[in-house]
């Protein structure tokens, strides 16, 4: 990852993940070092307020330096060999486990298979995590995808993707109002769009091409239209934009450039006349027969919709 | 066949023609039956099952073939045509709209007969016209102009006749063979029109003086499938697009018809430039024809593929095809994706078109494509995989080994079982609707049995030159004022539930075009084929 690139899970308001994010993105910058003018870039829903309290707790945990170059305040991340200096006075079994969990990157690891590494009792390793686990040097994190399991990995190591399940998790919740919300707002841009062409006198390929947009338009009207509180990429309306295609509303195109085109299409029929009929939408068709207790005569949606 | 189609087929013989009937035909559905053993198993009298058979012939719901032995005809049910009564409404509509209101007239007696001579015919909508007090001079010939459009439109068929036994053949059986030789399967019959004419007029003539006493005709089902399949493409290109692109369609397929058999799977390739050419002549429209090419390019790009180019290069050399197969294919999905998304709602056909798209996904990616929770991802995939809207394939490892064994669980959409689950959903539904129809009758048998007399007796009071004043008051006091209020919403009910039979019938429609073009790979019965069968 860019260490320009914004970070999304900004939003998150609990105080130690947001400590954890800064400490992840000082990280990338590494020994240059990182200005304030770059967080607040990052972070453009940190208060400055907010921002200070957060470095100011962890310089004094030890985990960042503050640094004077030519008259602006540079932030680093102390040496990552602070751990090993940590651990100086620990046994050998907790270097072995802090070393198979460093091995885990991002990716973290589940605490069988770390007992399978270290061949360790459970009752023991549980007691070295939870020690290191407040010295802050590694956390748990709870995957998505399996919302009982906890993996651990390196306290100043942001996790990765497919555990937090970027900008559409909540604390392991996916959020589906906020999906459907930008589902139903993408949609309505690009209708907009199409409905715009229909006065278009400059011929049928002209009006088809004028109601295309790209992701990144779509983003930008989104990022300006301030539902979200968290900062989406181009990526993330795509997926956005692809669940619309599926729902059958869209239509993808490659475009000149490599990337995708969408347009907003109409359904090729109008809806079956099946389904004008109770029968077709009915719950317990497959138990309906005549005779039988389920039966056209006395069926009560037949008398509803009758009536 | 299905419990559900049997059971349609029969109901709308009953309805349509009596117990008797319905019950011959219920004993056929499963499979040929020799005459003795209809009478044995229905337990009806031979002249009573002779008479049903007969009708059932005629109206062509039941055909003949010789037995295995010889002298012995066995009788064959035909329920797919029986369906197709739930039809007759929309042929009449279609020829209405064409050819006018005569030509119905005449539809229609041909197919309260089932199959008429064209005299017949012409007669009884003389008689239909006079008591309209239409009928003028020339009645007849305009009729019989109209009746020969509809022949050479092929919407008529002609009856396949007994053939007499040749010489060379013993005349060991005696069941008639049929036969009809293609060249005259749409030739007007030679008739006397002074005889005819005077016919009409109310003398009596002998039918034979005529000259068409057995030359008989009915309609061409697939001729009308034809215009209906037809006018769907055009408005799906008229939803997708606009009035031009469904204006070009249109053109295109008459095209195509010159050049293609009407029942093929690809059209043989139409020239580019012979379709402009037909745009610029007949319809006058001159923002299509000005913007020709365009619209030809996005109908050519758009997803649903109604079309191909063929060879490339500029107008002059191109050729365009008709993806009929892929055509139909397309709307049956979309008509299958909305009754989806209609009974179990917007994301569960997100998620039938997803895994259509993508042929075989795992539960976990079916949550990841479409952004929906996984606990209702679950929910709805098993809902759609238990009313066979999806179907599942497990895929499992050897147990090779220690270890966890891992099976794999994917998901996929086979179209032919889902046309399938939901045609049954359509049986059903029409079949729920003829009987609550019946039930809405028989409830009420009472008040219709009154209505009805009453009618006849103001119709009577009527031609006895009594004032409508007075008929309506009389009425009012016969009929009380919740007695008419039942009657209203009885007749509203019915008339719902008729509208409703007719409708799932176009539903029906698409299914079945999709069924044939699923099996055109097999060997297609033809007309030619069909009248030599029968």
């Given amino acids: ?307 | 066949m299905a419990l559900s189609y049997c059971k349609l087929c029969s109901l709308l013989l009953t309805e349509h023609f009596g117990e008797v009937i319905g019950k011959v035909a219920e004993d056929l559905q499963w499979g040929p039956k020799l005459l003795p053993n209809i009478v044995s198993s229905t337990g009806l009298s031979t002249a009573k099952v002779k008479k049903a058979l007969a009708i059932l012939i005629q109206y062509g719901f039941v055909r003949y073939e010789k037995s295995k032995c010889p002298w012995r005809a066995e009788y064959i049910y035909l329920p797919e045509k029986v369906l197709l009564l739930l039809r007759y409404q929309r042929y009449l509509e279609l020829i209405d709209t064409k050819y006018g209101e005569e030509s119905r007239l005449l539809l229609e007696e041909i197919m309260k007969y089932g199959s008429i001579t064209e005299s017949s015919a012409i007669l009884k909508v003389v008689e239909v016209l006079k008591k309209d007090e239409k009928s003028t001079s020339d009645s007849v010939i305009a009729l019989r102009n109209k009746f020969h459009a509809l022949i050479t439109g092929r919407y008529l068929i002609r009856c396949a006749n007994p053939c007499k036994t040749e010489a060379d053949e013993p005349n060991l059986s005696s069941v008639p063979r049929l036969t009809l030789i293609e060249a005259e399967l749409h030739r007007p019959a030679v008739i006397d029109v002074n005889v005819l004419c005077k016919a009409a007029e109310g003398q009596t003539c002998k039918p034979e003086d005529i000259g068409d006493a057995n030359v008989r005709w009915r309609l061409n089902y697939d001729r009308f499938h034809q215009d209906m399949r037809d006018e769907m493409m055009i408005d799906a290109m008229r939803r997708r697009f606009d009035d031009n692109a469904a204006e070009l369609m249109k053109q295109l397929l008459q095209l195509m018809y010159l050049r293609t058999e009407a029942w093929c799977s690809d059209s043989n390739p139409v020239p580019v430039l012979e379709l402009k050419d037909a745009i610029s002549k007949k319809s006058a429209n001159a923002y299509l024809s000005q913007y020709f090419e365009q619209y030809l390019k996005i109908l050519e790009e758009d997803s649903c593929r109604f079309l191909t180019k063929v060879g490339t290069g500029d107008v002059s050399s191109a050729q365009l095809c008709v993806n009929m197969a892929k055509a139909i294919l397309q709307l049956t999905s979309t008509a299958i994706e909305n009754v989806i998304e209609q009974r179990f709602g917007m994301k569960a056909a997100r998620i039938f078109r997803l895994v259509k798209t993508k042929k075989f996904v795992e539960q976990e990616q079916i949550q990841q494509l479409a952004m929906i929770s996984d606990k209702e991802a679950k929910q709805i995939t098993y809902k759609l995989l238990q009313e066979n809207f999806l179907q599942m394939q497990e895929l499992r490892k050897p147990a090779a080994g220690s270890g966890p064994n891992k099976s794999f669980f994917l998901f996929h959409v086979d179209l032919n079982l889902v046309v399938h689950t939901v045609t049954e959903m359509c049986h059903k539904a029409i079949y729920n609707a003829l009987i609550r129809s019946r039930s809405e009758l028989t409830n009420h048998m009472r008040l219709m049995e009154k209505h009805e007399r009453l009618e006849a007796a103001s119709q009577l009071l009527r031609e006895q030159g009594t004032e409508q004043e007075q008929i309506d008051a009389l009425v009012d006091e016969w009929l009380s004022l919740p007695e008419r209020n039942l009657l209203e919403s009885v007749k509203k009910s019915l008339e719902k539930l008729k509208t409703a039979e007719i409708q799932i019938d176009n539903t029906l429609f698409l299914l079945q075009l999709f069924t044939y073009y699923q099996h055109l790979t097999m060997p297609k019965i033809t007309s030619k084929k069909k009248s030599q069968i029968e």
Avoid at chain 1, 77 to 91: F, M, N, P, Y
Avoid at chain 1, 161 to 186: H, P
Wanted: proline share 5%.
């Fill in chain 1, 1 to 307: 990852m860019d260490p320009t690139d914004t970070v999304q899970c900004a939003s998150s308001s609990s105080a130690p993940a947001n400590e954890q994010m800064l400490i992840s993105v000082v990280t990338k910058f590494g020994s240059k070092g990182a200005t304030d003018a770059d967080l607040e870039k990052l972070f453009p829903n940190w208060t400055p307020d907010m921002r200070v309290t957060i470095l100011n707790k962890l310089i004094a945990k030890g985990f960042i330096d503050i640094f004077n170059s030519g008259g602006n305040l540079v932030y680093k991340i102390k040496d990552t060999s602070q751990g090993a200096e940590k651990l100086k006075g620990a046994d050998n079994e907790e270097k072995v486990v802090f070393k198979i969990i460093e091995e885990a990157g991002n990716k973290g690891i589940w605490i069988r298979d770390i007992r399978f590494k270290s061949n360790l009792m459970p009752t023991q390793l549980n007691k070295i995590l939870k020690m290191l686990e407040g010295k802050k040097m590694i956390k748990a994190v709870k995957s998505v995808a399996a919302s009982k399991k906890k993996v651990y990995m390196l306290f100043n190591v942001e996790p990765d993707r497919s555990l937090t399940g970027g900008a559409w998790y909540c604390d392991q919740d996916f959020e589906t109002e906020f999906v459907d919300v930008l589902n139903q707002q993408c949609y309505r841009f690009l209708q907009q769009k199409k409905e715009t062409t229909v006065g278009n006198k400059g011929g049928p390929l002209a009006v088809r091409n004028a109601s295309y947009a790209s992701p990144k338009q779509v983003c930008k009207f989104i990022t300006e239209l301030g539902i979200s509180k968290v900062q989406l990429s181009e990526d993330d309306i795509k997926t956005i934009l692809d669940t619309l295609v599926f729902d059958g509303k869209l239509e993808r195109v490659v475009s000149t450039d490599g990337g995708f085109l969408f347009r907003a299409i109409d359904s090729l029929l109008p809806p079956p006349d099946l389904i004008r009929m109770p029968c077709g939408v009915c719950p317990v068709i497959n138990n309906c027969s005549y005779p039988g207790k389920v039966n056209p005569e006395i069926c009560v949606y037949l008398n509803d919709w009758l009536s």
